[in-house]
Structures are given as structure tokens and as C-alpha cells.
Nanobody, 124 residues
Framework: QVQLVESGGGLVQAGGSLRLSCAAS????????MGWFRQAPGKEREFVAR????????DYADSVKGRFAISRDNAKNMLYLQMNSLKPEDTAVYYC?????????????????WGQGTQVTVSS
């Protein structure tokens, strides 16, 4: 298990950019698949992006593809989510997650460790 803390959320204008960070504890960060999820008011938590620890391959939800970019810095135990061309629909609490499973289709249950979340609000 790994401990995660998100930061970087805030209020931005539509069309703007924001970078979220996730700090991980321990020496085993590089051995975990990492992902970002989000939950908007009244909606289910949804997958945003993930990155494989073995080959650094990535996957994105269709709603953010081309606008968001996930990356990791194993030397610093950090995970990032660069968000560009933000839309009001992106407003949500964003969660960093770590897991041991990386199947064809991402699922919440693939990730066993979760951060507390950081609020992102996009105004229009």
C-alpha cells in the first residue's frame, strides 16, 4: 500500500490550464500503476487517466483525451496531471490512485490506494 496526497486544485477559467500533483510515500512508488479519477457533484466517480509502471504506457478517458496528460517522476515519487483547455464539465474533485492491476479497461477497483482529493472548479 502507498500513501497519496494530491495538490494543485483550484479555480480556473474555461480554456485555461492547471497541473495537479500527487505525492506518494515509500520506496515502492515506481512499482505501482498510477491513475487519476474524478467525481462531480451528483455523479459517479469516473476514470480520467492512468499510467503503467512497467512500460509507462498511458490511457485516457475519451472526455479528456487530447486535453489532459498524465506523467510520473519516480525519482521524486510524484504523479502529475496536466489539464489544458479546461471546460466547466471538468469541475470535480480529482483523486490520485495507486494499484497493482492494469487490465484492458480501467476500473476503480484496480486501485487500492487513494488520496483525499483536490477540488478543481472551472468557471464559464
Amino acid at each position: 500500500q502507498v500513501q497519496l496526497v494530491e495538490s494543485g486544485g483550484g479555480l480556473v477559467q474555461a480554456g485555461g490550464s492547471l497541473r495537479l500533483s500527487c505525492a506518494a510515500s515509500g520506496r515502492t512508488f515506481s512499482n505501482y500503476h498510477m491513475g487519476w479519477f474524478r467525481q462531480a457533484p451528483g455523479k459517479e466517480r469516473e476514470f480520467v487517466a492512468r499510467i503503467n509502471y512497467i512500460d509507462s504506457s498511458t490511457d485516457y478517458a475519451d472526455s479528456v483525451k487530447g486535453r489532459f496528460a498524465i506523467s510520473r517522476d519516480n525519482a521524486k515519487n510524484m504523479l502529475y496531471l496536466q489539464m489544458n483547455s479546461l471546460k466547466p464539465e471538468d469541475t470535480a474533485v480529482y483523486y490520485c490512485a495507486a494499484g497493482r492491476t492494469y487490465l484492458y479497461t480501467p476500473r476503480d477497483s484496480d486501485f487500492g490506494s487513494w488520496g483525499q482529493g483536490t477540488q478543481v472548479t472551472v468557471s464559464s
